[in-house]
């Protein structure tokens, strides 16, 4: 079974400029959440989907960040434009509906690493 | 608000040596917690987890973690550790509900071990 793919691995932009990541969940995986590690930092929440609609995306930073996922399949995470401190690994991760406990849990992709100079 | 706290930033040991790392959280209803792991150059992967029964946790490649609710905390244990075992530690708790509410991963800072052949 195919894990949770992020693409790209690394990116490096310019201050100003957009970004677009992308994650592909496991098959069948009805959550979709969005993660983000900034250097030195614990790894902080950004928003979770509920296949194509956003059940809470409580932890989004502002609105430079834009993220879908149409279809209920892939999500992409655009930040438009970027500055300096959203540098830091963006981590996707996906689950499935919890209905039960041993549900409840979340596999990770590898991230990417975003550097905004 | 849920917080997790991870003392040890950084712990470095011998071979052979025996590890426990710290984890605390706050929140005050039912809680699932979980032990991630970040091997350098892979993805977090689960170690362990405890969504309810035993409080002894047994995971991965030997490690385990005891959920003490009076002292809200998850320790993580390992009797010997090995080289192998280098990597970045994150202790994580999510809140126990389902049926497609958030589940969102709320984590510690993580703790970095370097084991010394």
């Known amino acids: 079974e195919a894990g949770v793919t992020q693409f790209p691995s690394h990116s490096v932009i310019e201050k100003g400029q957009t970004v677009t990541l992308r994650c592909d969940p496991i098959?069948?995986?009805?959550?979709l959440y969005w993660y983000r590690r900034v250097m030195g930092k614990e790894i902080k929440f950004l928003l979770h989907?509920?296949?194509?609609?956003?059940?809470?995306e409580s932890g989004m930073p502002n609105n430079r960040f834009l993220a879908e996922r149409t279809g209920g399949t892939y999500s992409t995470l655009k930040v438009q434009p970027a500055e300096l401190e959203d540098s830091g690994v963006y981590f996707c991760a996906s689950s499935q509906v919890a209905l039960r406990g041993w549900d409840n849990e979340q596999f990770f992709g590898p991230g990417t690493r975003l550097t905004v100079l | 608000a849920q917080s997790v706290s991870q003392h040890n930033h950084h712990v470095i040991l011998s071979e052979a040596a025996s590890l426990e790392l710290g984890c605390n959280y706050s929140y005050g209803g039912t809680v699932n917690l979980f032990w991630y792991v970040q091997y350098p150059g892979q993805h977090l992967q689960l170690l362990l987890k405890y969504f309810s029964g035993d409080p002894l946790v047994k995971g991965i490649k030997g490690f385990e973690a005891e959920f003490i609710k009076s002292k809200f905390s998850f320790n993580l244990r390992k009797p010997s550790v090995q080289w192998s075992d280098t990597a970045e530690y994150f202790c994580?708790?999510?809140?126990?509900?389902?049926?497609?509410?958030?589940?969102?991963?709320?984590f510690g800072t993580g703790t970095l071990l370097a084991v010394q052949p």
């Open positions: 098959s069948g995986h009805d959550n």
């Open positions: 994580a708790v999510n809140s126990a509900v389902f049926g497609g509410a958030t589940n969102k991963l709320i």
């Open positions: 989907f509920v296949k194509e609609s956003k059940q809470d």
